[in-house]
Every structure is written in C-alpha cells, then in structure tokens.
C-alpha cells in the first residue's frame, strides 16, 4: 500500500531492557497441523518446519516493537529486536476485513516469501531477491490478473498509467527508496481477493506509520536479510 511521509540488538546497545527469555518450542506435532506458540505477547501460527520467526507487538498509535526469532535446541530465541517499527495509521485489522487503501495492517501469521530492494542481490542473501528496475510496479489494480504481484511495465496486464490518486493504481516501487532499500514480501492476499488490498511488506521505516504494511529500523532490515532462509520457512506474526 502507498507509504506515508512516510531488538535490541544482542552486541549493541540500541534499546534498553534485556532481551526476552527463550520460549520452549511446542511438542512436535503431525506435518499437516498447525502449532501455536506465545512469542513476546504475539501469537504465532507455525507453518511446517518454520524455525524462523518476526513479531511485530503492538505498543501504542501506530508504534510496535519488532523482534527476529530462531529456534535453536527445541527453544525460540529472540535473536534481535527494534522497539521503533511502525505499523499503518488506521490501525490493525482482521485479514478477512481488510479493504483496500484503509491504512490498516492486516493481523494474523503471513509467510515471508522473499526479499527485494535497491541494491544488487549480496552473498548470504537468498537467490530468491529481486533487485527493483525502474518499471517495475506491485499490482493494485481491480481489474487486473496480476492483483497483488510484482509486474514489470514492459510485462503489462495491468493500468500503470493510472495516477497515484486513483484507487487502482498499481505502487512504482522505485518511488519509495528509503522504505524499500531493503523490504521484505508477505503472504497477505496470496489468493488475490480484489477490493482486499496487498503489497503488505516488511519495509524500512519511513518518517511516520505507513499505509498497511510493517516497518523497523534500516538496521534491522539489512541484518533480516542477511538471515532469512527459504528452508526454514520464516514467518511474520503480528498481534496487537
């Protein structure tokens, strides 16, 4: 969604107060079922074999407190942690009620698919990042088959001439350098439900809340992206 004027690191001192204790994992359960686990105050539904975990706590307005886990020896750690993420400036809702251009994020567990940003694809980065270009857009247009996915204009299927003031139009990504140096995609809308919105991401902040996805620190970005793997299925949980 269109952007606005927009943990405690363990070497570094960026927040004051400890990092959370570690939390036991769940009993280990059939493939196909789903498990719940409590990580800072935040419900988490875990996909199979998801060892790799961001939550985003509500704290007050449109501020939150942003934190990477990992499992490690059956127990979620809290690896780092920004206290300054932000979320959209109407608030949190259901995904199910969401609708399109309200500034609302979306609560709930969404996978995290895959990186982008402005920079060339760096080692320890996975293959899967996408470097923007300077066509490139996300599809918010309605009447488009490529609702809610990355498109190139040169691709076309979609209105990328509509101005930004129209409620279809699609987002350049090149227009938001700062938030989207680094970002990455959810699985919010995966099922292209029109009307619902989508380019619901996990972005650099920018200088107020945004307009429906989740923003922390360029610091906490750039070292996410660096620790994100694919095969350990990473998910966003956001509570209130």
Not at 13 to 24: D, I, K, N, W, Y
Not at 152 to 181: I, K, T, V
Not at 195 to 221: D, M, Q, Y
Request: with cysteine; hydrophobic share 40%.
């Amino acid at each position: 969604m269109k952007r606005l004027l927009p943990l405690l690191l363990l070497a570094t001192a960026l927040v004051t107060g400890p990092l959370p204790a570690s939390v036991a994992a769940p009993a280990p359960a059939a493939a196909a079922t789903t498990e719940l686990v409590r990580l800072d105050g935040v419900t988490v539904r875990l996909k199979p074999r998801t060892t790799q975990v961001v939550t985003v706590n509500h704290t007050r307005g449109h501020h939150a407190r942003v934190t990477f886990w990992a499992l490690s020896h059956g127990e979620w750690v809290a690896r780092f942690r920004a206290v300054d993420g932000r979320i959209g400036y109407a608030g949190l809702v259901a995904p199910t009620e969401r609708v399109q251009g309200s500034g609302k994020t979306p609560l709930g567990t969404h996978r995290l698919p895959w990186a982008f940003g402005t920079h060339a694809r760096r080692d320890g980065w996975e293959t899967s990042y996408r470097r923007i270009g300077r066509d490139d857009y996300w599809v918010l247009d309605n009447a488009s088959d490529h609702y809610n996915e990355w498109r190139s204009r040169r691709q076309g299927g979609f209105r990328w001439r509509l101005p930004a003031s129209d409620p279809n139009a699609s987002e350049h990504l090149r227009d938001y350098p700062q938030q989207y140096e680094y970002a990455v995609t959810t699985s919010f809308n995966h099922t292209q439900v029109r009307h619902r919105g989508g380019a619901i991401f996990l972005h650099v902040n920018g200088r107020g809340a945004t307009a429906g996805c989740v923003s922390a620190p360029r610091w906490f970005l750039r070292r996410l992206l660096g620790r994100l793997d694919a095969d350990r299925v990473p998910v966003i949980a956001i509570g209130r």
